[in-house]
T-cell receptor, first 118, second 115 residues
């Protein structure tokens, strides 16, 4: 009954430090996403993955890297953290979608990671 | 390109009063419409969705939304709110783009229910 699990829940970094956020889902979903949530800006897509071994850039990819080595895991990396990356990060997943099939699947979200970069 | 506008960033309402949270969208193609709710310190959960058919969609916790194609709106309503409805609500549109689900979220509306 875990769904989408994010670790850690909170983290404080100094400028220039690196870290990795882990997202794990146990629903056998093909698609996984990383969003950041900032006040007044809603959720913005950072990177996404349509399957194991594949990743793609979203709206705000700069400063982040991702990897999807296993189907159930989607990692978000910050190589050199900056204060502008202070945000709440959400991972989400959804069922496989192929062109021609109605896009009606909901996203399943993790509970978020609050990251502060000093 | 698609976009979603939630005009109200905060909506205070007294308990047991009705509420409407507004959402307007723009898209050059047909889209699917969703409302998500985010309770404090939690991720987003699906409230309801419109895919096709009846323009009035009922969701969980007594919420409903009406799709209005001519006005490109998908406003969320509840006839009588409860304290537990205090949360942030996000409207989202989604379309099939290159084989994946492209989701665009609005900036959110914080609903504050006053006892």
């Amino acid at each position: 009954n875990a769904g989408v699990t994010q670790t850690p829940k909170f983290r404080v970094l100094k400028t220039g430090q690196s870290m990795t956020l882990l997202c794990a889902q146990d629903m056998n979903h093909e698609y996984m996403y990383w969003y950041r949530q900032d006040p007044g800006m809603g959720l913005r897509l950072i990177h996404y993955s349509v399957g194991e071994g594949t990743t793609a850039k979203g709206e705000v990819p700069d400063g982040y890297n991702v990897s999807r080595l296993k189907k159930q895991n989607f990692l978000l990396g910050l190589e050199s953290a900056a204060p502008s990356q202070t945000s709440v990060y959400f991972c989400a997943s959804s069922y496989s979608l192929r062109t021609g099939i109605p896009t009606n699947e909901k996203l399943f979200f993790g509970s978020g990671t609050q990251l502060s970069v000093l | 390109a698609q976009s979603v506008t939630q005009l109200d960033s905060q909506v205070p309402v007294f308990e047991e009063a009705p509420v409407e949270l507004r959402c307007n969208y723009s898209s050059s193609v047909s889209v699917y419409l969703f409302w998500y709710v985010q309770y404090p310190n939690q991720g987003l959960q699906l409230l309801l969705k419109y895919l096709s058919g009846s323009t009035l969609v009922k969701g969980i916790n007594g919420f409903e939304a009406e799709f209005n194609k001519s006005q490109t709106s998908f406003h969320l309503r509840k006839p009588s709110v409860h304290i537990s409805d205090t949360a942030e609500y996000f409207c989202a549109v989604t379309l099939n783009s290159g084989g994946y689900q492209k989701v665009t979220f609005g900036t959110g509306t914080k609903l504050q229910v006053i006892p």
